[in-house]
C-alpha cells in the first residue's frame, strides 16, 4: 500500500526536469539574440545548430504520421468517418485559406507599405534567385503524393506521401478485422519507441534554438528591420488578429473553448517554433497533445499531417501583403481587379509547393514569376526580413492547424469534451517524458461490432 504514494511522484519529478528544459530554450534563444547583434558573422557562422537540430525532428514525423494514422483508422470499423473526416478538413482548409487571403487584402491596401523604396540591380537579381524549381504545377503535384515505393515514403520525407500509405494501411487492417490485431500491437509499440526517441531529441532543443536564432539575427541585422519594419510589424499585427478574432472566435462558438486557454497548453510548441523559425519542428508534439486533449486518432492523424500542407493561413497573409508590398515597392500598384487574380493564383500555387523548404519565400517569387513576371524583381526587397517574417509565418501555421484540429473533432463529433475540459484544465497533465498517454501497458484492442468511433484513452 505504501508504494501508491510513490507511484505519482515520479512524473512529477520527470515533468519538473522539462520545465528546466524550456527554460534553458528561453535563455538560448536571449544569448543567441545577443550573438546575432554583436557579433554578426559568428553567429550566421551557427546556423548548422539550428538546421541541425530541425533535421532530428523531421527525422521522425514520418514515422509517428504513419503510426498514428494506422491505429486510428485500424482501429475504426466505419471507413466513411475517415472519409468525412478529410472532406471537412479539407474544406475547412480552404475556406480559412480564402479568409486569410481577404484578411490581408484589406490591410495591405490600408498601409501601403511599399511606397517610396527605390530597386537596384542587386535586389532584382536576388529577387530572381527566389524562384524555386521545386514547385510543381497541379497535376505533377497529384501525382508526387504517389511514392516510387512503399517505403521510399518514409526515406524522402515527404508528408502527404506518408499520408498515403499511412491511409492505405490503416484501411488495409481496418478490412482484416480481428486478424490484424497483431499488426495494430506491433505498431503501438512501434509508435512508444518513436515518441520515446523524440522526447531525448527535444533535449538538444536549447543548442537548436541558440544557432537558429544567432543565424537569423546575424543574416539580417538591425539595418533590415529599420527599412522594412511597417511591412514587418503589419504582417505580425495582421497575423494576430486573424488568429485571436477570426481563429479565437470560431473556437469559442463552435467548440465553446477560450482560445488562450488552448494556446496555453501548446506554449512549449509555440516556443519550440520561435526559437527554430520552423512549424515542422513541432508537428510531432502537436499530434502528440492532439491525441492527449481528446481528439480521436483518425481525425489527429489526418487533420494535422494534411494541415501543414494545406491550411498555410500565414503563408497566405505572408504573400497577400508581400505582393501589394512589393507592386506598390517598383511604382505598378495593383488595382482591386488585379489583386483578387493574383491571390486566388498563390493559393493554388502554394498547395503545388507544399513542402517546398522555406516555402513561403519560394512560393511567391515562383507564384508571381508565373503570373506576374515584372513583380518577381521586388522579390529580394524583403529577402532580408524573410526569415523574421517566417516566425510569424510559422506560427500562425501552427495556430491553425490546431484549432482545426478541435472544430473538425467537434464537427465530427469525435473529441471527448469532458476530457479536454480536465486536460485544458491541468487535471489530466501531458507526459513529457513518453509523449503518450500509458495508463495500461496494454496494446489498442478492436472492437468486437461498432466501435464507430474511438476516442484518445487517458
Known sequence: MTTTPTAPAAPAAKRDRTHYLYIAVIIAVALGIAVGLIWPDAGIELKPLGTGFVNLIKMMISPIIFCT?????????????????????????LVMSLVALGIGLVVGNILHPGDGLHITDAIKASGHDQVSADALPPVDFVLSIIPLTFVSAFTEGQVLQTLLIALLAGFALQAMGSTGQPILRGVEHIQRLVFRILAMVMWAAPIGAFGAIAAVVGSAGVDALKSLAVLMLGFYVTCVLFVFIVLGLMLRLIAGLNIFVLFKYLAREFLLILSTSSSESALPRLIAKMEHLGVSKPVVGITVPTGYSFNLDGTMIYMTMASLYIADALGTPMSIGEQIPLLLFLLLASKGAAGVSGAGLATLAGGLQSHKPALVDGVGLIVGIDRFMSEARALTNFAGNAVATVLIGTWTKEIDNERVRQVLAGDLPFDETTLLDEGDDAPVELPEQGGEKELAKA
Not at 468517418?81 to 474544406?91: D, F, H, P, Q, S
Open 69 to 93: 494514422i494506422v491505429l486510428g483508422i485500424g482501429s475504426v470499423r466505419k471507413a466513411a468517418k475517415v472519409g468525412a473526416v478529410g472532406g471537412i478538413a479539407l474544406g475547412y482548409f
